[in-house]
DNA sequence: TAGACGTGGCA
DNA sequence: TTGCCAAGTCT
């Protein structure tokens, strides 16, 4: 028999601590309550990827309130699922989303597997998310490593290694550290630590509940772990972006292809990213540019894109495939935000335009 | 395996 | 203003 039912010193101060004071989230089970719905559990796991829990908040009530089943998902015409998606970022996650959700239904009767395994086979679940739902949902013994498990791991055992070479050891250091009971509340502890004491800065040592049992915190700069490799200059770019106006105030939108940058949203007409700063527009037209550019950033480069509005008329056919979307509406288009934005702009632009 | 892949908040 | 950061995955 195990001394420690609960596995190491660190998991039982760390459990202890989460018993009292777990946040209350709306994807997990009330205390005392049976374990959360699977459904829940890989659903918010694939929207938290990469994403602040205030920013998944109203996305998962939204698509719990639409999709109450991951048969009613699986079901969704993906024009749809892509268009709740919008503004969340990552839009792989929501090709995928689908795509597992109908994994699900056609190949395990509608139920998520329950080993990290099966789980691990799905699309969009990787090492983290398989392992997350494993434990979540059906408590198994995982190894859940996500950034802040690595930033608390790398903390507790001050793992002087630089990221990325460190996860092998960090990863075992995790391991170590697992209880083979609760290893779902376990996880989920670690990543409450790591978002509300253990920060990436400025971190509450003073009220952590594993001070005792931290390597970092004996050290002159505990913020210092993990150590992280130098992260290369994002490069500037361009690009143009065409908004067509039609009489009957409609707008012209067309769907990006599935693979790459913002892959299987409505957008406007645009160039690539790598445009010359005098563009060629889709037709002959007068066309007014917006000044300035909108501005925004994405993960490994910056934009500058260049509005270009015109006005055309009933008899108008744009080339290529494409939509006539009401400009009144074109919050329900589903745009990502860089086109949301470039929207606003033209609309505003338009306005003026019509006002002197 | 390193790069592609969004967005918003914060210092 | 700029850079970092947030429950990673895919190729």
Known sequence: MRVEMSGSKIARDLLAHYDVHARRLPWRAPPGANAADPYHVWLSEVMLQQTTVAAVGPYFEKFTVRWPTVEDLAASADADLMAAWAGLGYYARARNLLACARAVVADHGGRFPDTEDALRALPGLGAYTAAAVA???????????????ERVVARLFAIATPLPAARPEIRAAADSITPDLRAGDFAQAMMDLG???????????????LRQDCAAVRTADPAAFPVKAPKKAKPHRLGHAWWIERSDGQVWLVRRPDKGLLGGMRALPSSDWNAAPDATPPFVAQWQTIDPPVAHVFTHFS????VHTTHVGLDHVPAGAGEWWPRDRIGEAGLPTLFARAADAAMKEMTDDARN
Not at 303 to 306: D, E, F, G, P, V
């Open 303 to 306: 934009l500058a894109l260049s």
């Open 135 to 149: 434990a979540i949902a059906f408590g198994q013994r995982a190894v859940v490593v996500d950034a802040n498990v």
């Open 195 to 209: 978002a509300t004491i253990c920060t990436a800065r400025n971190p509450a040592c003073g009220i952590c509940p």
